[in-house]
């Protein structure tokens, strides 16, 4: 706070400048602005479709975000905002220009443009044509294309010349994009935006087509490349299907897998009759007794010729009717001879084969059908187990065929899926893509209206610049002055007490014995008061009689003044004051009263000094170059001071500033307390930071600083007392 205080006392020490610079910038900037043409504004309205569908034939039902919205918004504006588009609107305006187009000309042609001649004009307006048709910006290589470029420049063509007047934006939330733009003829600013607009658009349904070409061809190449991969697969599990004579797999693996179910069932059927019937024949044969087996044997040998050739034609048939997988038209064959055999067995059975003693005619026929069962039942067997052999081979070949379909199938599916998805995406762009959304003009530019004028406020602003740049000059000096101006700050530089500090007299002031008692100046009253608080700080140091010796850092700090006022300050409160002029180099106390006793006659005689209260005494000296110490030694100087310490109660003594140490220190050696002076304005240096060393080195004898020459003191500022961090 207090330096922000010190910095207005800064700032109001310098008004004078703060008030003319800003005053001078403010008539200047006036004379100026005052030809500056006025300024009209044009403005235009694009409809986007990307918030407001209604225009569209064909909606997609994808719900966009906010910010996928926002970013196509950007992306249009700043597109627009491109040197690529803006060179079209250059193009089209040094084109009119070029070619004299009227009501389409509003520069002065500049004098590059003046001194083109014809050929050069008829070149340029091919060039700007081509290049106007292509699209393209002109090449700065170039030096006939860099004069058409410096040209666009001058005249305000160019495009980072449009783009510092165009301002384009979104409005709000809505599905519009508005453009504005500034220039000094209304017609021209129109011009500008719809010419501007209509380009862009242009540009855009140009973008937006082709790239929907390049994707309709892209995704129709893509269908057809899954299209093919599917057909290929398709022809391949084709080829395989004929070349391993494969109708349809599956119904193939069924029947044989029935055929063999079938085939396993009547062969398990007929080792069971071959069982049954081995078992019967065999008790037959036991009952009968070897010679009944003799005769019978001799009887049947003719008729068992004709039954085994039956049996042997009914065993083929039998094989063949198994192996056609029990073909019914080869029952009929089978039966047949099974008929013969039963007639045959029959006929075998009419006559007597055993004796007619005996009676066991009904066992031996029931044997021979027996026999003849076994035989067809073994000789099924052996038909059916190589029929079911040949079946399993089959089958077992039916396996590397599914394992290479399903893998023939699987690929298809697969191919199958991607070409309905790539035909999908296919129809879905193609649809989409049928009806693009384009841009509209929906609102174009009209002549600008006038605006307000901006002259005013140009000037307003160079005054408040120039005033915040005076202040900030001030505050650049101001934080890099060192100097000390207030009692706080030389409290905080010195680490010791300032006792009070002095005001700045006027140039009518007089500091004399009798000034100090006669002048009543507004200042002096002021400078009065300062010393009476400073005098009241030392007489509380310590009690009468005192020596209190003044010294100073350097020169021409107002030592003698104070040392004046000092003494007029105790001598009004009825005390005993002597003063004496210990700076030999300059010694203005004793020019004040130069009739008056001198220091080095009372050293060496006795003389008799005027004590009396309310009055002050004064011992000068010759000045030259000498010290107290030169002029008597130390015991001397000693018994004289305290003889004066008996007459008078307080003895001041100017002392030389700490520039010649050694004669101020003598005196201080002498001194009960001492006070240094400092005079406001000015900086510590690093030299006097011996001379501040060796002050605070007194410890208690020193009494404080005085600050001399201030100006007006902020109350902060202006405290007294011990130092403070700040």
């Known amino acids: 706070m207090t330096e922000f205080l010190q910095f207005l006392r800064l700032l109001q020490r310098n008004k004078v400048t703060l008030i003319l610079v800003p005053l001078i910038t403010v008539i200047v900037c006036f004379f100026l602005v005052k030809?500056?043409?006025?300024?009209?504004?044009?403005?235009?309205?694009?409809?986007?479709?990307?918030?407001?569908?209604?225009?569209?034939?064909?909606?997609?039902?994808?719900?966009?975000?906010?910010?996928?919205?926002?970013?196509?918004?950007?992306?249009?504006?700043?597109?627009?905002?491109?040197?690529?588009?803006?060179?079209?609107?250059?193009?089209?305006?040094?084109?009119?220009?070029l070619k004299g187009v009227k009501d389409s000309t509003w520069r002065e042609p500049v004098k590059e443009f003046s001194e083109m001649s014809k050929s050069d004009k008829s070149k340029a307006i091919a060039l700007l044509t081509q290049k106007y048709k292509a699209k393209e910006e002109l090449f700065l290589w170039k030096p006939f294309e860099n004069r058409i470029n410096k040209i666009l420049d001058d005249?305000?063509?160019?495009?980072?010349?449009?783009?510092?007047?165009?301002?384009?934006?979104?409005?709000?939330?809505?599905?519009?994009?508005?453009?504005?733009?500034?220039?000094?003829?209304?017609?021209?600013?129109?011009?500008?935006?719809?010419?501007?607009?209509?380009?862009?658009?242009?540009?855009?349904?140009?973008?937006?087509?082709?790239?929907?070409?390049?994707?309709?061809?892209?995704?129709q190449n893509f269908m057809m490349q899954k299209l093919d991969a599917l057909n290929a697969r398709m022809n391949t599990l084709k080829n395989y299907k004929i070349q391993n004579r494969v109708l349809n797999l599956n119904e193939q693996a069924k029947s044989i897998y029935g055929q063999m179910a079938d085939f396993e069932t009547r062969q398990q059927m007929a080792e069971r009759d071959i069982i049954a019937y081995s078992a019967a024949i065999k008790n037959i044969d036991n009952k009968f007794n070897p010679a009944d087996r003799e005769y019978f044997e001799s009887a049947l040998t003719s008729l068992n010729q004709s039954i085994?050739?039956?049996?042997?034609?009914?065993?083929?048939?039998?094989?063949?009717?198994?192996?056609?997988?029990?073909?019914?038209?080869?029952?009929?064959?089978?039966?047949?001879?099974?008929?013969?055999?039963?007639?045959?067995?029959?006929?075998?059975?009419?006559?007597?084969?055993?004796?007619?003693?005996?009676?066991?005619?009904?066992?031996?026929?029931?044997?021979?059908?027996?026999?003849?069962?076994?035989?067809?039942?073994?000789?099924?067997?052996?038909?059916?187990?190589?029929?079911?052999?040949?079946?399993?081979?089959?089958?077992?070949?039916?396996?590397?065929?599914?394992a290479k379909i399903q893998e023939y199938e699987t690929g298809i599916d697969i191919a199958s899926k991607e070409y309905i998805e790539a035909l999908q995406r296919y129809n879905e762009a193609s649809l989409e893509f049928s009806f693009p959304v384009y841009l509209r003009l929906i609102e174009r530019a009209m002549p600008g209206e006038v605006q307000a004028s901006k002259k005013m406020v140009l000037v307003i602003l160079s005054g408040v610049i120039s005033f915040t740049f005076c202040?900030?000059?001030?505050?650049?000096?101001?934080?890099?002055?060192?100097?000390?101006?207030?009692?706080?700050?030389?409290?905080?530089?010195?680490?010791?007490?300032?006792?009070?500090?002095?005001?700045?007299?006027?140039?009518?002031?007089?500091?004399?014995?009798?000034?100090?008692?006669?002048?009543?100046?507004?200042?002096?009253?002021?400078?009065?008061?300062?010393?009476?608080?400073?005098?009241?700080?030392?007489?509380?140091?310590?009690?009468?009689?005192?020596?209190?010796?003044?010294t100073s850092l350097s020169e021409d700090v107002g030592k003698t003044s104070l040392v004046i006022a000092l003494g007029w300050a105790f001598s009004k409160i009825n005390k005993t004051v002597l003063i004496i002029d210990g700076n030999f180099g300059q010694p203005d106390v004793s020019k004040l009263n130069p009739d008056y006793s001198l220091f080095d006659t009372y050293l060496k005689k006795d003389v008799m000094l005027d004590a009396t209260p309310g009055?002050?005494?004064?011992?000068?000296?010759?000045?030259?170059?000498?010290?107290?110490?030169?002029?008597?030694?130390?015991?001397?100087?000693?018994?004289?001071?305290?003889?004066?310490?008996?007459?008078?109660?307080?003895?001041?003594?100017?002392?030389?500033?700490?520039?010649?140490?050694?004669?101020?220190k003598e005196w201080i050696t002498f001194s009960d307390r001492v006070v240094a002076v400092f005079a406001a304005g000015r900086s510590i240096s690093e030299e006097d930071q011996s001379k501040i060393q060796y002050i605070n080195n007194l410890g208690e004898k020193f009494a404080g600083w005085i600050l001399t020459n201030t100006e007006d003191i902020p109350e902060q500022a202006g405290k007294i007392g011990k130092p403070v961090e700040v």
């Open 35 to 97: 030809k500056l043409p006025d300024v009209y504004e044009s403005h235009a309205r694009i409809a986007t479709g990307l918030v407001d569908k209604t225009d569209q034939i064909v909606t997609t039902q994808r719900d966009e975000q906010d910010s996928q919205i926002s970013r196509k918004f950007e992306s249009l504006i700043q597109a627009m905002r491109l040197k690529k588009t803006l060179d079209q609107v250059s193009y089209k305006l040094l084109l009119n220009d």
């Open 155 to 219: 005249m305000g063509y160019s495009a980072n010349a449009l783009r510092e007047k165009l301002v384009i934006y979104r409005t709000g939330t809505g599905d519009f994009i508005d453009i504005e733009f500034e220039g000094d003829d209304p017609a021209f600013t129109a011009y500008v935006i719809n010419t501007l607009s209509n380009e862009f658009i242009s540009f855009n349904s140009s973008r937006i087509v082709g790239n929907n070409r390049k994707t309709i061809e892209f995704l």
């Open 308 to 402: 085994v050739a039956s049996k042997t034609n009914l065993r083929l048939l039998n094989e063949k009717y198994v192996q056609s997988n029990f073909d019914p038209k080869l029952k009929a064959g089978v039966d047949s001879v099974r008929t013969q055999l039963v007639t045959q067995i029959a006929a075998a059975s009419d006559k007597y084969i055993y004796s007619p003693m005996a009676s066991k005619q009904d066992l031996v026929t029931q044997k021979l059908t027996m026999e003849i069962s076994l035989e067809l039942s073994k000789n099924s067997v052996s038909s059916i187990k190589n029929e079911l052999k040949r079946l399993n081979k089959k089958f077992d070949g039916l396996v590397p065929n599914e």
């Open 471 to 550: 202040v900030f000059v001030f505050f650049i000096l101001f934080y890099l002055d060192k100097s000390i101006r207030y009692p706080l700050q030389l409290a905080n530089a010195t680490e010791r007490p300032v006792l009070g500090y002095l005001n700045v007299l006027d140039k009518t002031s007089s500091l004399s014995l009798s000034g100090m008692n006669s002048s009543d100046g507004k200042s002096m009253r002021l400078y009065k008061n300062l010393v009476r608080s400073i005098r009241y700080e030392l007489d509380n140091e310590k009690a009468d009689p005192k020596i209190i010796a003044v």
């Open 615 to 664: 009055q002050i005494s004064i011992l000068g000296n010759k000045g030259g170059d000498a010290s107290l110490l030169e002029l008597a030694d130390e015991k001397l100087i000693n018994e004289k001071l305290t003889a004066l310490k008996t007459q008078f109660d307080i003895i001041l003594i100017e002392t030389d500033s700490l520039n010649a140490m050694n004669k101020a």
